[in-house]
């Protein structure tokens, strides 16, 4: 059992924001707690400064780009990864993600803001 915590507290002070505050600067969890918060806090207010249609312009420019990179890696272009790439993931995993994970999104978000 105490090996179990170990590894799981390695992992915390590793991979998260809270454990580093933790095993840098040895400040107690639940403060390292507050200030994750709070940061978050003061980048929702500076998020919500800058005009929704600006953070979608931005954000679709880059997740265009990347999809532009991912399909040049790993798309149409190489021999190898053609067929792969034409019979299988672009008809069956970009369908997925578009209908599954995009609409989805886009239904919650409706959801959410049906009470306006």
Known sequence: MIIL????MLITMLLSPIGW????????PAIAW???SGGA????WVLKKIPNDKI?????????????IITGFFGGKWKYTKPF????????????????AAH???ELIKGLRSDN
């Open 85 to 100: 790439w034409n019979k299988l993931i672009e008809p069956w995993v970009i369908d997925l993600l578009d209908n599954v």
């Open 56 to 68: 979608k312009i931005a954000v679709g420019a880059v997740m265009f780009t990347l999809g532009t």
């Open 104 to 106: 989805g999104i886009t």
């Open 21 to 28: 505050l933790v095993n840098t600067f040895g400040v107690q």
């Open 34 to 36: 507050g200030i994750s």
């Open 5 to 8: 915590t170990m590894i799981v």
């Open 41 to 44: 806090l003061v980048v929702a």
